[in-house]
């Protein structure tokens, strides 16, 4: 077979050509004031991404890295933490939050739906105050968007420091930091923003900083006091992947130039067309329209043919890679990841991909009904 991958993980992601470029620039070194220009200037297009004015970090470490820098900087041991658990992806927030001695409490809702904002209120308000609250905008594991701008307008209200994971869904849906009054919100390179994986983007509102200093709790590494101090010469503490940069940069522009409005909009079509493709096929999609992720979209094959059998039809006939379930989900689901340097005609191609690998494991499905109904979704 032709060595050409079709990929749909929901990272990592393909890669643009143009960012693949940028990537092989020469080496520079990272003290100097070539890199600080650099540094300074991603920044400033990140920002913009994130709809905030806040202070932004750029950090090598994947998104869990990320995640594990706004925990380090906001819980010490003891410290109460409201966690909302929406799938895996929640689940490993509020685990890290353990595991740096917060005592967490966890708001669990059933895989492939989101957090319901009245339960929150009358936990938050029974058993708090809690220090933080630690949410997921977009849960890949199970295709679902959270509502963050309901979660902020009430915490802000309250001392709580609101945390989000929008590593899945940074640079491809509308994330208003600000206007959410979210306190730190994550994100990585691998998903919407084109990159390799390596990088993690963190924003810090001003509500966020005298916690982060009056922190006791351990860090090192992921201190986001020296990001700070550091980032006054547009500095990193430790070595930054320098090409991993570069390529952000590239990967910026592409998003900027395109326009933010433009690309929510084609992530909001692909969408649109992986699903109505899906059903048309007569397969179950684990979120409801309403709640339905821009980013990956979440299939129950059934039970006529196991998820699993067609991730390797897929993969091993036609070179196409879709991701599986995660956690409770492993081996129930296909998702399919559109996100990032991904357009409607890719979307086409996974719905042609799906009928092929049915029919291919022997279900009677009707060839071009998936494509059909993808292509009328966006026509
Ligand atoms: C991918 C992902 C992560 C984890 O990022 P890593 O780069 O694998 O550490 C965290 N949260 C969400 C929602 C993700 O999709």
């Known amino acids: 077979m032709l060595d050409k991958n079709y990929l749909y993980t929901p990272g990592p992601t393909p890669v643009p050509p143009q960012v693949v470029a940028a990537m092989g620039r020469p080496m520079m070194g990272h003290r100097s004031e070539e890199f600080a220009k650099l540094h300074g200037e991603i920044v400033a297009k990140?920002?913009?991404?994130?709809?905030?004015?806040?202070?932004?970090?750029?950090?090598t470490t994947s998104g869990t890295g990320g995640m594990e820098t706004a925990i380090a900087n906001t819980v010490a041991p003891g410290d109460r933490?409201?966690?909302?658990?929406?799938?895996?992806?929640?689940?490993?927030?509020?685990?890290?939050?353990?595991?740096?001695?917060?005592?967490?409490?966890?708001?669990?809702?059933?895989?492939g739906t989101t957090f319901d904002m009245d339960q929150v209120i009358q936990v938050f308000e029974k058993e708090g105050p809690f220090k933080v609250v630690l949410a997921t905008h977009n849960e890949t594991s199970t295709g679902v968007t959270n509502d963050i701008a309901a979660l902020g307008n009430y915490?802000?209200?309250?001392?709580?420091?609101?945390?989000?994971?929008?590593?899945?869904?940074?640079?491809?849906?509308?994330?208003?930091?600000?206007?959410?009054?979210v306190d730190i919100i994550v994100t990585g390179s691998q998903k919407a923003l084109m990159l390799p994986p390596g990088l993690a983007l963190v924003s810090v509102s001003p509500?966020?900083?005298?916690?982060?200093?009056?922190?006791?709790?351990?860090?090192f590494y992921f201190s986001l006091l020296e990001a700070r101090?550091?980032?006054?010469?547009?500095?990193?503490?430790?070595?930054?992947?320098?090409?991993?940069?570069?390529?952000?940069?590239?990967?910026?522009?592409?998003?900027?130039?395109e326009g933010l409005t433009n690309v929510f909009q084609r992530h909001a079509r692909m969408t649109k067309a992986a699903r109505a493709g899906a059903r048309a096929l007569g397969l179950k999609l684990l979120a409801d329209n309403s709640v339905a992720s821009h980013t990956v979209t979440a299939i129950l094959p059934g039970t006529e043919v196991g998820a699993s059998d067609l991730s390797k039809i897929l993969q091993k006939e036609l070179g196409v890679t879709f991701a599986g379930?995660?956690?409770?989900?492993?081996?129930?689901?296909?998702?399919?990841?559109?996100?990032?340097?991904?357009?409607?005609?890719?979307?086409?191609?996974?719905?042609?991909?799906?009928e092929m690998a049915l029919h291919k494991a022997g279900v009677a499905v009707g060839l071009g009904i998936g494509v059909k109904a993808a292509e009328e979704a966006l026509l």
């Open 46 to 59: 990140a920002k913009l991404v994130f709809q905030t004015a806040n202070d932004l970090f750029v950090l």
């Open 81 to 111: 933490v409201l966690a909302l658990v929406t799938g895996n992806f929640g689940e490993r927030f509020a685990k890290i939050a353990s595991a740096y001695g917060g005592v967490v409490t966890k708001i669990e809702t059933p895989w």
């Open 155 to 181: 915490l802000a209200n309250t001392e709580a420091l609101l945390l989000v994971d929008a590593v899945s869904s940074m640079g491809a849906m509308d994330i208003r930091t600000d206007e959410w009054h």
């Open 207 to 219: 509500k966020a900083w005298p916690v982060i200093e009056a922190n006791h709790g351990v860090r």
């Open 229 to 257: 101090k550091s980032f006054e010469k547009k500095n990193t503490p430790w070595t930054p992947a320098v090409s991993l940069f570069y390529g952000l940069d590239a990967a910026l522009d592409m998003i900027l130039t």
């Open 325 to 354: 379930g995660q956690g409770q989900l492993k081996g129930k689901l296909l998702r399919i990841g559109h996100m990032g340097y991904c357009s409607e005609l890719d979307v086409i191609t996974a719905m042609a991909a799906l």
